[in-house]
């Protein structure tokens, strides 16, 4: 799989609208690195690849990663397979603080400083993911235990609230902040730049690190709580460390890059049908798989219509929901034998 | 091994169970008998650290049961619940492998392996390794929970096993069998708790029988000593004949006439 994942990086770093073929990009690579001194390539062709397509390519695998992780965690979490990230909040939080944004036009956050300034769009929508997700959480904590249920009930009350609120704002938007708020929520990788993935990589890195950890405790989980806690997992610190790391993932590759859907619902998914249920084999494999089909999808967005680009998110949806049903029918098959 | 000092346990304004004691030994077979509502869940649960007690002390091999770590008690003793649904789809031999997940870090080691194999022969599911457990009959499920739960503490001769109503929804051969495999484990030292509902079932298997009547206990003691008319009337509220049988010891109980038929 990660050979899979290596292909489609280099792959995706070589189409586009300048071509650049797979010599040429070891060539600019190994130049710039000091290894070779080949030439052979354009000027033109460095910076493209430098400057727009390698973080381009590097954050689509960065957030793949991250929604597919924490697709998979959540899953485990709730011992559901048709649970999702966004289910507890995360999205619709962080898409609410951003609408937020961009409609009150927030002069405090444009008159910080110009870098910040930059940031603002995105470090309001991690907030919000955090502001929804504990909240969701605080709510179905009793007595010490997470009740999930509750956590799921609690997600739902928070979507629909966060929803009519951003429905709500969406109906005060200007027409320029409207095309502004629809392609947010259409999602892109568009804004891509060394600084975004800079920005990103601690927020994924410490989840694909952390969660594997936990694969372990999560297969035992799927037995039931009291029978993880039989088999000596902390259930409670279990919950509450999976809850924040992939709200960590979660959180922030929405605030860089919008709402795309999906990938957290059907990555872990497709690991399960063909291979095992097995959480130490999913949850890595999600991480891998989450990283090369976002990093495919955005490929097609981008070149499906040139010049123009297609929002990443409708390219994810599109291919997302006949997968959704499936699993749904096959689900529905299942449980009628 | 076990040792139970005036347990106390309220939830709420509700005492469900009132200071209770006794002591259960190494291989020794301990069943519970009460009830519904008489507050074996709720001890079981207490018994396995599910819960924390008001009041009172459950000391485990000598130390509070509180001060283990979880991941310490997971080797020494292990647990067998009543419900065994589970959604997402594990193989048998994976299911019975995380009976293991206390012994190893990320990679199980050949003795996990060697151990998984042993206890599947033993609850005779070693045909079943491939199975997807969601397929299985509620008796093979039931037998493949038990495998995961002894392949817990297998290397451990001296340690815990509680069954939840090991026997619930077998049928009368697996509820045999299920006793006698119970009966087999406290012979080679382990110390076995279990809730039953069958009062001969637990005359012919059981070494101590604990009976239990709205928290608080009404007789513990040798099957013989304490299988009479008045002690199961005052737990289940219901009368009985005794009645001896040849080979067995302990006499088997029949329900009597019903009181106010005319």
Known sequence: MTVLLLGTVILSSCIGAVKISVPELLAILGNQVGIT?????????????????????????????????????????????????????????????????????????????????????SLAAF??????????????????????????????????????????????????QLRTITFWNLGSLGGASWATVTGLLPFILIPVAGLPMMAKSLNALGLGDAEALHMGVDV???????????????GASV???????????????????????????VIPGSAILGAVLLTLADLLARTIVVPAELPIGILTALIGTPVFLYIIITERNKNKL | ??????????????????????????????????????????LMKLLCREILPSHGHIIFRGKQIQHYKLSELARQRAVLSQQNTISVSFKVNELVMMGRYPHFEQVPAVRDIEVVHLAMEETGISHLSLRDYNTLSGGEQQRVQLARVLAQVYDCPDACLFLDEPTNGLD?????????????????????????????????????????KEGKKVAMGSPVEVISCENIHETFSINVK?????????????????????
């Open chain 1, 37 to 121: 001194s080949l030439t052979g390539f354009k000027a033109q062709q460095t910076a493209v690849l430098l400057n727009i397509r390698l973080p381009r390519v590097v954050l689509g695998v960065l957030i793949g990663a991250g929604l597919g992780i924490s697709g998979a965690a959540v899953q485990g979490l709730f011992r559901n397979p048709l649970a999702e990230p966004g289910l507890i909040g995360i999205s619709s939080g962080a898409s609410l603080f951003a609408v937020l944004m961009i409609v009150l036009e927030v002069g405090v956050f444009r008159s910080l400083s110009g870098r910040i300034g930059s940031y603002a769009l």
């Open chain 1, 127 to 176: 907030a919000g993911a955090c502001i929804t997700t504990s909240i969701v959480y605080r709510l179905s904590v009793r007595n010490g235990r997470t009740v999930t249920t509750t956590l799921l009930l609690s997600g739902i009350a928070i979507n629909a609230l966060t929803g009519a609120l951003t429905g709500l704002l969406t109906y005060m938007a200007t027409d320029e």
């Open chain 1, 236 to 250: 409670r610190k279990l919950k509450r460390m999976i809850i924040l790391m992939a709200t960590m993932a979660v």
């Open chain 1, 255 to 281: 605030a860089v890059a919008g709402l795309i859907g999906f990938i957290g619902l059907i990555v872990p998914h497709i690991l399960r049908m063909t291979f095992t249920a097995d959480n130490r084999l």
């Open chain 2, 1 to 42: 091994m076990i040792e139970v000092n005036e347990l106390t346990y309220i939830i709420g304004r509700r005492e469900l169970l009132h200071r209770l004691s006794f002591e259960a030994k190494s291989g020794e077979l301990l069943a519970i008998l009460g009830a519904n509502g008489a507050g074996k869940s709720t």
């Open chain 2, 172 to 212: 009368l051969l697996y509820q045999q069998q299920m006793m006698e495999l119970a009966r087999r484990l406290a012979d080679r030292g382990y110390c076995v708790i279990c809730i039953l509902h069958d009062i001969n079932f637990a005359s012919r298997f059981a070494d101590k029988i604990l009976m239990l």
């Open chain 2, 242 to 262: 005794l009645m001896a049988c040849e080979g067995y010891s302990c006499p088997l109980v029949i329900p009597a006439m019903i009181q106010n038929r005319l």
